[in-house]
């Protein structure tokens, strides 16, 4: 127990080893579809469902 508490930063370096994952070329084909989907949603149904609300009158 000893060992840990006094470890110094050259042990304590020793298993800290991090590497990133590459992201699949389908993962970013699926989120580039998503994206477009919604923006085309968005143009689509939101827009003229908000410009409906807003200029009908009560």
């Known amino acids: 127990m000893s060992d840990v508490e ?4 050259q042990t ?6 991090y590497s990133s ?8 084909l699926m989120w580039l579809g998503f994206w477009i989907f919604t923006v ?4 689509r149904f ?3 469902a908000i410009q ?4 009908t009158k009560m």
């Open 6 to 9: 006094h470890s110094t930063i």
């Open 12 to 17: 304590d370096d020793k298993f800290h080893h």
């Open 21 to 28: 994952n590459t992201i699949p070329w389908y993962v970013r």
């Open 40 to 43: 085309v949603y968005t143009i």
């Open 46 to 48: 939101l827009f003229p």
């Open 52 to 55: 409906v609300e807003l200029f």
